[in-house]
């Protein structure tokens, strides 16, 4: 039962992916939920495993530093009214 459940978790990113066009078609809301159902599968994924070699990038090491700071700023603009 174990080994069931784990692959059925692998394969609902397969699945949403797969659907995607239709969840377009539907309207933001579909689209948006699959994909992020999906990313959040593959960090729980990733960290459960252990395996961290897809964030040992250049490129995600950047926007990550990016993402970041932007939230800095945002947070200086909401709570200073720059």
């Not at 926007?63 to 945002?74: A, S």
Request: proline residues 4%.
């Amino acid at each position: 039962m174990q080994i069931l459940k784990k692959k059925f978790f692998l394969y609902i990113p397969y699945y949403l992916i797969i659907l995607l066009p239709l969840f377009i078609i539907t309207g933001p809301f579909l689209a948006d939920l699959a994909l992020s159902v999906s990313a959040l599968i593959f960090l729980v994924y990733c960290i459960k495993i252990k395996n961290f070699k897809y964030f040992n990038n250049k490129f995600v090491i950047f926007f990550f530093f990016f993402f970041f700071f932007f939230i800095f700023i945002l947070f200086f603009m909401i709570f200073f009214d720059l």
